[in-house]
């Protein structure tokens, strides 16, 4: 057998794994996930729905040639049997969200009753969700002190980008994303010498370079503003709202590129003021160098805390990705 078939034949395998099992047993429901940093962000998710009935196993698409991604994940279901109610496919939302079925990919993912995405364009996004950023910044520093406006930062930041974002929806709903990719967008969407002190000057660069691309673009397709109205309007009712642009924008971009020279930068001055404290505290210099070290001793990576980060849980966009799962149990 074929490895391409045995993947077909997969939902079918887990069906009849279950029957065959005592009734006592609870019911196993495979979760195809895209990569490793995606198996314990659905495991995160799927272990609110486990009972004394049924529980979750989280893997990625094949051990036997490591393929991995999205295209990999949703295979059986693009290219041979439905996935099935033993066994479903938990993938980004990308841009396959926004662009609601223009392509066979998004129709796919969109219409599949076995196929869940993150409504946000990955789990990158949430991982970065504004107002647990600063919840982040204590888990790394272990200093509760707000020095930084996370929420406000990047409710300035998505305000501005919001404009081109939906001619980027719009380019790669009608074909036309050559012209204006994901890539170019990312380079607009790089705040560039952020300071903590005078986080403004940022949104000012990006606002410059946003404006700079719409006047390009106005100039390339002069009959889009129909088109441009319209597609703002259906953002809009799919939940983008000029407040939370950067959920929507790519989840690598957003997570290397602009939350994490943040955080470092916020992170770097609390540390420094915890170091601070110990330093001129009233104490012998034996004391202080003990704390010291037992401080320094404590702190966290960035980026490790940020892909444990799970405060997006309150936001609107996760409760949807729960109602999409639990409709599903409650249907099969």
């Not at 729905?49 to 529980?55: L, P, S, T, V």
């Not at 841009?95 to 946000?120: C, N």
């Not at 104490?283 to 160098?289: E, G, S, Y």
């Amino acid at each position: 057998m074929s490895f391409k078939l045995k993947d077909n034949l997969n939902s079918k395998y887990f069906e009849a794994a279950n029957a065959l099992t005592s009734k006592k047993a609870r019911h196993r429901i495979v979760a195809y996930v895209e990569s490793y940093d995606d198996i314990y962000f659905w495991r995160t998710v799927l272990s609110e729905f486990e009972n004394d009935k049924r529980y979750f196993e989280v893997m990625l698409p094949s051990k036997i040639n490591l393929t991995r991604g999205k295209k990999s994940v949703l295979m059986n279901f693009l290219e041979g049997e439905p996935l099935g109610k033993d066994m479903i496919a938990c993938v980004d939302a990308d841009y396959d969200y926004l662009i609601q079925g223009r392509t066979h990919q998004s129709k796919r993912v969109l219409e599949s009753p076995y196929v869940f995405h993150t409504y946000v364009y990955a789990i990158e996004n949430y991982q970065c969700y504004a107002p647990s950023l600063h919840n982040v910044c204590v888990s790394v520093t272990l200093n509760d002190h707000r020095i930084f406006d996370f929420r406000g930062y990047f409710q300035a930041f998505s305000e501005v980008l919001f404009p081109l974002f939906v001619w980027s929806i719009m380019v790669y709903r009608n074909g036309n994303y050559p012209k204006f990719s994901i890539s170019d967008f990312n380079r607009i969407a790089d705040p560039g010498g952020f300071n903590v002190q005078n986080p403004e000057r940022s949104i000012a660069n990006v606002k410059r370079k946003v404006h700079t691309k719409i006047n390009d673009l106005q100039r390339q397709f002069p009959e889009a503003k129909e088109e441009y109205l319209v597609t703002k309007d259906d953002l809009k009712a799919l939940g983008v709202t000029p407040q939370t642009t950067y959920l929507y924008i790519q989840g690598h971009h957003l997570f290397d590129t602009v939350v994490s020279p943040i955080l470092s930068k916020v992170c770097n001055l609390l540390r420094q003021e915890r170091q601070n404290e110990i330093y001129h505290a009233t104490a012998h210099k034996t004391q202080k160098r003990n704390e010291m070290s037992c401080y320094e001793n404590s702190l966290q990576d960035i980026k490790v805390m940020l892909k444990k980060n799970t405060g997006y849980m309150m936001s609107e966009q996760f409760r949807r990705l729960q109602e999409d799962i639990r409709g599903y149990l409650d249907q099969t």
